[in-house]
C-alpha cells in the first residue's frame, strides 16, 4: 500500500515540477518583453508563484517517494514545504511594496484606464 | 526504471531551461530603466535560485543545501523591504 502511494506522490511531484519550469521560462520572457514596470509586475509573479511555489510543493511530494535519499529525504520534504510556504506569504508582499514605492517615485503608469493612488496625492493626502 | 532514475533525470532535463531563465533575468537586471526594474528581476532570479537549490539538494544528495534556500528566501523579501523603502521616503531607516 505505501509503495503505491509513493509512486502517487512521486509523479504527482514530478508533473509539478515541470510545470513549474515552464512557468518560470514563461515568467522570464515576460519579464524580458513586457514594455514597463507596472505591466512586468505581472511576469514577475507568474514566475515566482508559478516558478518558486509549485515547483517546490511538487519537491515536497517527491522528495518523499525517493528512498534512495535515506531519512535525509523528511529534512529535504519539510524544508522545501516551509521554503515553499515563506515565498507565498512574503512574495506578494514584496512586490506590493515595491509597486507602491515606484508609484510614490513617478514611474509612468502606461496603459492607465484610472488611478485612484494618483488623484489622491494630487489632492494632497 | 528505478525511482533514483527517474528522479535524476528529469532533474537534468530541467536543468538547461532553468540556465535559459536565469540568462533572461540577468539581461533584465543589466538592461533594466529603473531601479524597480532591476529590483523585481534580482527578485525573481532569487526566488529561482531558491528553488534550483532544492533541486541541486536531491540531485547530489546533499540534503543541507535546503538551509541555505530557506535564508536565500527571507534575504530576498528583506531586499524587497528596504528597496520600497527607499523608494518611497529617500532614506533607509536608523
Known amino acids: ?11 504527482i511531484g514530478i508533473i509539478l515540477v515541470v510545470i513549474g519550469a515552464l512557468c518560470d521560462l514563461i515568467g522570464a520572457l515576460g519579464l524580458l518583453r513586457f514594455p514597463n514596470f507596472f505591466v512586468r509586475l505581472h511576469a514577475a509573479t507568474v514566475g ?20 534512495f535519499l535515506g ?14 510556504l515563506i515565498i507565498m506569504i512574503t512574495a506578494p508582499a514584496g512586490s506590493h511594496a515595491l509597486a507602491r514605492g515606484a508609484h510614490r517615485r513617478g514611474v509612468p503608469v502606461e496603459p492607465k484606464v484610472c ?10 493626502e | 526504471m528505478s525511482v533514483e532514475e527517474l528522479v535524476k533525470t528529469v532533474i537534468m532535463a530541467l536543468m ?3 540556465g535559459i531563465a536565469i540568462a533572461l533575468y540577468t539581461v533584465r537586471i543589466i538592461k533594466g530603466p529603473t531601479v524597480s ?7 525573481c532570479l532569487s526566488y529561482d535560485v531558491c528553488f534550483f537549490m532544492a533541486l541541486l539538494a536531491v540531485y547530489f544528495e546533499a540534503p543541507f543545501l535546503i538551509v541555505c534556500a530557506i535564508c536565500l528566501a527571507l534575504w530576498t523579501y528583506i531586499f524587497d523591504l528596504y528597496i520600497a523603502k527607499y523608494l518611497e521616503r529617500k532614506e533607509l531607516g536608523e
Open chain 1, 71 to 84: 531519512y535525509w529525504k523528511w529534512l529535504l520534504a519539510s524544508g522545501s514545504f516551509i521554503t515553499a
Open chain 2, 37 to 43: 526594474d532591476m529590483t523585481l528581476a534580482v527578485d
Open chain 2, 16 to 18: 538547461p531551461i532553468f
Open chain 1, 1 to 11: 500500500m505505501w509503495e503505491i502511494i509513493q509512486q502517487i506522490l512521486l509523479y
Open chain 1, 48 to 67: 515566482t508563484i508559478g516558478g518558486a511555489v509549485y515547483p517546490l510543493f511538487g519537491l515536497t511530494l517527491m522528495t518523499v517517494a525517493c528512498d
Open chain 1, 115 to 124: 488611478d485612484f493612488l494618483e488623484e489622491d496625492k494630487g489632492r494632497g
